[in-house]
T-cell receptor
Framework: SQTIHQWPATLVQPVGSPLSLECTVE??????LYWYRQAAGRGLQLLFY??????ISSEVPQNLSASRPQDRQFILSSKKLLLSDSGFYLC?????????????FGQGTRLTVV | DAKTTQPPSMDCAEGRAANLPCNHSTISGNEYVYWYRQIHSQGPQYIIH???NNETNEMASLIITEDRKSSTLILPHATLRDTAVYYC????????????FGQGTTLQVKP
């Protein structure tokens, strides 16, 4: 069965520090992978998506970057965190066909930048 | 930008049907309508999706108008555990498979 792992669950980082959040999926190959962010009291904002190794598309300009070093691994990074980077980060897998029945979301990482 | 519009909030009495509307007037012929919900501090959960026919599963029913410009998610017997933010999403066509979430509807089920 397909599963998606995301860690850590919570993270408190000082302003200016680097960030690395990792997401891995199991039970599928060549998945489309996504990073979303949810600021407090706000909706889900798509940050990045990837249709394959080394292929990253950015949805909004920001202080973050993403990488896809392996087929089932998706990493969200920052060189220097800002206070505005605080939020709930979710990794998701969604097969690239509209007929697929669902997307799988990780449990999320709650990032607090202090 | 999201291609759907939903009311920001709704209330429903426990045990009654909850009917959540969604407008997607610019939907293309090959785009599906998906519904997800998000319970506080968790990842979104898939509920149901459809193209043009009405759909039903163990969680909900999806009614899509004939012109496909709007749809309604129906939770037949709402429980307190159905309190969540409900997102109506039009699936972007093509290989990218993006899910663009709007602001959703916060459904409050009351005893």
């Amino acid at each position: 069965s397909q599963t998606i792992h995301q860690w850590p669950a919570t993270l408190v980082q000082p302003v200016g520090s680097p960030l690395s959040l990792e997401c891995t999926v199991e039970g599928t190959s060549n998945p489309n992978l996504y990073w979303y962010r949810q600021a407090a009291g706000r909706g889900l904002q798509l940050l990045f998506y990837s249709v394959g190794i080394g292929q990253i598309s950015s949805e909004v300009p920001q202080n973050l970057s993403a990488s896809r070093p392996q087929d089932r691994q998706f990493i969200l990074s920052s060189k220097k965190l800002l206070l505005s980077d605080s939020g709930f980060y979710l990794c998701a897998w969604f097969f690239g066909s509209a007929r697929n029945t669902e997307a799988f979301f990780g449990q999320g990482t709650r990032l607090t930048v202090v | 930008d999201a291609k759907t519009t939903q009311p920001p909030s709704m209330d429903c009495a426990e045990g009654r049907a909850a009917n959540l509307p969604c407008n997607h007037s610019t939907i293309s012929g090959n785009e599906y309508v998906y519904w997800y919900r998000q319970i506080h501090s968790q990842g979104p959960q898939y509920i149901i999706h459809g193209l043009k026919n009405n759909e039903t599963n163990e969680m909900a029913s999806l009614i899509i108008t004939e012109d496909r410009k709007s749809s309604t998610l129906i939770l037949p017997h709402a429980t307190l555990r159905d309190t969540a933010v409900y997102y109506c999403i039009v699936r972007v066509s093509g290989n990218t498979g993006k899910l663009i979430f709007g602001q959703g509807t916060t459904l409050q089920v009351k005893p």
